[in-house]
Structure formats: structure tokens, C-alpha cells
């Protein structure tokens, strides 16, 4: 809190949780709606499945493939190194020395992988798909052996509320926690950003890449409870230019940044503005593997 939460986010807190249906009392009207959220996500999972299992499917291979084409070494001509034979007769008939090879062998990149899901209340209507989404990554990259945290984020009083469905090292059975994503309250994007890219700055992974699941649209416009600490409204041309500033800090400490549009329309102009050039918008759950793993792609050959 004390690095974190300054300048437009003084007296902000950010609170790390598990979720509440990890921490379940009975009776209250968030828990029984966080149950009643869950449902409905797995019963998208099951009207989709077939569409789910092909994209996880299809981003496994996209990104194995390219692991193994990154692997695979890279064989020079040099004028030092081991001898190839059928250019010996060369040697004394020609001033070409180059009658050796050499082999460079690419050691495989440690990759890890942090996503932050919008978990504001403006995602409710599309709750399901947003779960999906987050399902879809998280099963993809631990098939890879990928480190991936997917965090959940929204902001209630002065509290950004980082909620972790699964950890860097979870096994890959902690998955279908993502079915427990629930929207609601506002949110504070820039400091959520800035919390995911001191975790990756701690990991030991040489490549890091943090990818961003929202609507375009930070918003948190306080409304303090009785003894709760008072902080400044975040909304509106501030807060988008608070989270492209966090956006540009991970991109300058290395970590590859990209924005997965998750909301209205009118909202693209927002999203481009933060991310640049590197978001993707997926109109259909069925095009998700191909834009995601393009990118990915992108990142893979270019570490």
C-alpha cells in the first residue's frame, strides 16, 4: 500500500482475497448472489463447451508450436567450429574459409503470466463470457506448464479488491474456480495495473506478460461509508490517462501488455487509447484462441 497506493490513489488499500464463496458465511445477500452468479457461469460453461474445449484446444497449440520452433537450434557456416565434410575439397582450391558450422541452441524462455479481470459492476451483463474467457486462459497455459495468476479486480470504498482465482503455481485442478467471477461495485484500473506488475517485477521468469480483460472504462466515484477513509473520485480523463501511464510503466520494466476488449461499443476508443495498438477485441467467444494466440505468438518469437 505504501508503494502503491499514491498519487490519485492516496488512501487507497488494496485487499487480496481468495473470494467469498472460499470464505462462505451463510445469510448474506452478496454470498447467496456469488452462488447464484456461479451457477449461471457453469451453466454457460455446459451450453458452450464444445466452443470452450476447441479454444483451449486451438491456444495450447498455437503457443506449443511456436515453444517448438523457438527451441529448435540455429546451424551457421563459420570459419571456426565442426568440419563439413563435402566442402573439404574446398580448402587450398578457394579463399573460402567458411568450411565449418556452427550450432546455437536457443534455451527455452521461462514465461510466466498474470491476468487481471475487470470485475466492476458494468461487466454484469456479460458475467458468463468474461468467466469463459478467463477459464479458456487459465487452462491453456497450465497444459503449457505456464506460471499464470488470474486475478479478479474491483473497488468497494477505498478497497481495490484483488480476488485470486488461481495463483502463479495452482495446480491446474484450481481452474474451475474461474466460474466463481462475479461483477460488481466500481473499479480503479491504474492501481490494479501497477499491483499485477509489482507481482511479475518479484517472479524469477525471464519473460513476463500481463494481459488485461476489460470495458475500457475506469470508474470508481467513491461513495464513503460512515468511518471509512475519504479518497478522490476516479473517473472519466484522468482515470483513463492514470491507467495508460500504468500501461506504459509495465511496458518500460519489459513486461508485454495486452488489452482484451470486454465491453460496449462505444467504449473501443477508450481501449485503444489505453493499450495502443497491442488490445484485442473478440466479438465472438469462438475467434478468442486465434486473436489471443496471436499475440502471444507475437511475444513468444520476439523474447
Known sequence: NKLLCTGVHNNCKLFYTKGILRNPYDGTYRYKYAQMVARKNRLSYY??????????AQL??????????????????SDTGAVIAKEMWKVGRTSLSKVFEKTIRNNETNFVVDVLIDSSGSQGPRQ????????????????LGIPVRITGFCTLWEYTIMN???????????NDRLFEYTATANNRDGLAVNAAVYSLTNRPEESKVLIVLSDGRPNDVNINKPGSVAVDAYNGEPALKDTALAVRHARNLGIAVLGVFAGNEEDLQAEKRIFGKDFAYIRDLKDFSNVVGAYLKKQISNM
Open 47 to 56: 451450453d458452450n463447451h464444445r466452443v470452450v474445449k476447441k479454444n483451449i
Open 60 to 77: 495450447t497449440d498455437i503457443l506449443r508450436r511456436e515453444f517448438i520452433m523457438r527451441n529448435e537450434p540455429e546451424i551457421y557456416r
Open 128 to 143: 458468463d463470457k468474461v468467466s469463459l474467457q478467463g477459464y479458456i486462459l487459465a487452462e491453456a497455459l497450465t497444459r
Open 164 to 174: 485470486v482465482y488461481r495463483d502463479y503455481d495452482d495446480p491446474a485442478s484450481i
